[in-house]
C-alpha cells in the first residue's frame, strides 16, 4: 500500500488515538492470570495486541468480543487455570507479546513454543531467556538461545535477584510475571526507569508488589482479583500529533483521553525542552493511570539533547522526534539509544536513511542521531521499512514538508494504529 500526503496550509482539529498499546496488553494477559470476570474497553485494535488475545485465547482463556471499537470481557483462569497449546504459539510481530507471554509460560507446568514474524524473530531474546533460566526454566531458543522460535518447560520456578542490563519494560514485566509463580521473593533492579504500567495494575489487582526507586520487589502466591480496565489514549499515537501541531506553521491540535504516565511521557518533556507550545488539559487518574487532553500548537523550536533516562521513556518517540528537530533551530543530539536498533527495523539507520530523502541534515552514530535542523523539507518517495513507527514518522512528514511525500508500505501502520491515514486525513481535511 502506498499513499501520498501534501501539507495543508492549515492544520487543526481533535482526535482520540486508540487504546495505549502498553496497557492493553497488559490488561489482557494480567486479567487472564486473575480469577473473575473483567470489562476491558478502548481495548486496542492495533495487530499487535490482536495476536495477545489470539495467544492467550490458545492457552484456554475465554476472551470475547463486545464491540469493535475495543470492548473486551475476559474470563480470568488464574494462576493455574492456564492448558497446554495444541500448536505453536503465534506473536506476530509483538516484542510484547513475546516477551511478556513468556514469563507467563515459564510458570506453566507444560511446553510451549513460541515465535512470531520475520522481524520479530530477529529481535533478541536472550535479555529474558537469561533470567528465566535463573529462575529454574527450560527455555532453549534459535541462534545460541538468543532469538525465537523458543522452546519453554516452564514450572517449579524460584524468586531470584537481578540486575536489568537494560532499562526494558518488557524485560521487567517478563519477570515480574514469572515471580508470581515462583517459590520465594523477586527482587529486581533497573539501571533507569522504564514504564510502570505492570507494576501499577498489579498493585490495582491484589499483588504484593512494592516499587522503591528503580527497584521492584515481588512476592508470588497471593491470587490475583480481576480488574475492569478503562485503555486511555496512547501516547505513543499521540506523539505523531503532537509532533505534527508543533511543527506545522498554522496549527492546533488536540489528542483526548491520553495516558500520560510519567514513565511513559518523555515525548512530552522533549517537545517542552525544545519550546513546543503544549497544553494539558482535564488531567485525571484512571486505574491508577494518569490520563489527560493534550493540545499542541505552532511552535518554534530549539534543538536539544535527548539522552540519559529520558530515553527509555520516549524509545517508541524517537523517530517522530527526530522529524520535530528537523524543524528546530540548531541541533538536536539523541545518545544511549543504541535499544533503537534491536526494533522492528534499526529504527536509527532507517530514521536517518528515510528522513535524508526528504532534505534533513542528518546522521547516524553508533547510539543515537545527530539532527541539524533546517526548518524546511521536501516531498519524496519514502519506504516504512516494515516498521509501523517510520511509516506514521513519513506521514506526519508529509504533513510538513514543500511538494507532494509518497510512503510505500503505508499500511504496516495498522499494526499499532489501524485508523492512522484517516486521522491524517481528517486533520489535513479540517485545515
Known sequence: MKRSVIAPTWLGGTLSPPGDKSISHRSAILNAMAKGEALVTNYSTGGDCESTLRCLRALGVPIRRMD?????????????????????????????????????????????????????RSRPMDRIIKPLRLMGARIQGRDNDSKSPMVISGGGLRGIEYTLPVASAQLKSCITIAALFAEGETTLHQPAASRDHTELMLQQMGATLVQDGLTVKVEPGHRLNSLNVNVPADISSAAYWLVA????PSARVTVTNVGINPTRA?????????GARLTITNRRTEGGEEVGDITAES?????????????????????????????????????????????????????????????????????????????????????????????????????????????????????????????????????
Open 68 to 120: 469493535q471499537e475495543g470492548s473486551l470481557v475476559i474470563q480470568g483462569v488464574g494462576l493455574d487455570g492456564f492448558r497446554e497449546p495444541d500448536n505453536i504459539l503465534n506473536a506476530g510481530n509483538s516484542g510484547t507479546t513475546m516477551r511478556l507471554l513468556s514469563g507467563l509460560l515459564a510458570g506453566q507446568p507444560f511446553l510451549s513454543i513460541v515465535t512470531g514474524d520475520g522481524s520479530l
Open 245 to 248: 501541531g508543533v511543527c506545522h
Open 266 to 274: 518523555g515525548i512530552i518533556d522533549a517537545l517542552l525542552s525544545m
Open 299 to 431: 511552535s518554534d523550536l530549539t534543538g536539544t539533547e535527548v539522552a540519559g533516562d529520558l530515553i527509555p521513556r520516549l524509545l517508541d518517540e524517537a523517530p517522530v522526534l527526530a522529524l520535530a528537530a528537523c524543524f528546530a533551530k540548531g541541533t538536536t543530539v539523541f545518545r544511549d539509544a543504541q535499544e533503537l536498533r534491536v526494533k522492528e527495523s534499526d529504527r536509527i539507520k532507517t530514521t536517518v536513511q528515510e528522513l535524508s530523502r526528504l532534505g534533513a541534515d542528518i546522521r547516524e552514530t553508533a547510539d543515537g542521531m545527530v539532527v541539524r535542523g533546517t526548518g524546511r523539507l521536501k516531498g519524496a518517495v519514502g519506504q516504512s521499512h516494515g516498521d509501523h513507527r517510520l511509516a506514521m514518522t513519513l506521514g506526519v512528514a508529509g504533513l510538513l514538508t514543500q511538494g507532494e511525500t509518497e510512503i510505500r508500505g503505508a499500511a504496516v501502520a495498522s499494526i499499532s494504529y489501524p485508523g492512522f491515514w484517516n486521522d491524517l486525513d481528517k486533520l489535513a481535511g479540517d485545515g
